[in-house]
Nanobody, 119 residues
Framework: QVQLVESGGASVQASGSLRLSCAVF????????VYWYRQAPGTQRTWVAT???????HYVDFVKDRFAVSREDAENTVFLQLSNLRPEDTAMYYC?????????????WGQGTQVTVSA
């Protein structure tokens, strides 16, 4: 049974930093693309960042130069470094990846970790 577990969320002041972790159990992330999303209260979940199996990264425009995604396959963990945080970054942060074959795949999500940024 695959399970994703996020951690590292906290309450911080604006301009602060946090490092979020996404630990994957029950499956190897080696070669997998992993995504980070976030969801603020009353809004839809939105994509934030991606790291491919080869380590290529992509970010939504409003977090570029402030967030950095990385991976440590030996630890089966993906990280999201949040810097220069703003109140509008307040949200639940989720990681997601897919396991299976092209004919039979399934998306897996973690339970989320809360980031709260005060002015």
């Amino acid at each position: 049974q695959v399970q994703l577990v996020e951690s590292g969320g906290a309450s911080v002041q604006a301009s602060g930093s946090l490092r979020l972790s996404c630990a994957v159990f029950g499956g190897s992330i080696r070669g997998n693309t992993v995504y980070w999303y976030r969801q603020a209260p009353g809004t839809q979940r939105t994509w934030v960042a991606t790291i491919t199996g080869s380590g290529l990264t992509h970010y939504v425009d409003f977090v570029k130069d402030r967030f950095a995604v990385s991976r440590e396959d030996a630890e089966n963990t993906v990280f999201l470094q949040l810097s220069n945080l703003r109140p509008e970054d307040t949200a639940m942060y989720y990681c997601q990846t897919t396991f299976g074959t092209a004919e039979n795949s399934r998306d897996y999500w973690g339970q989320g970790t809360q980031v709260t940024v005060s002015a």
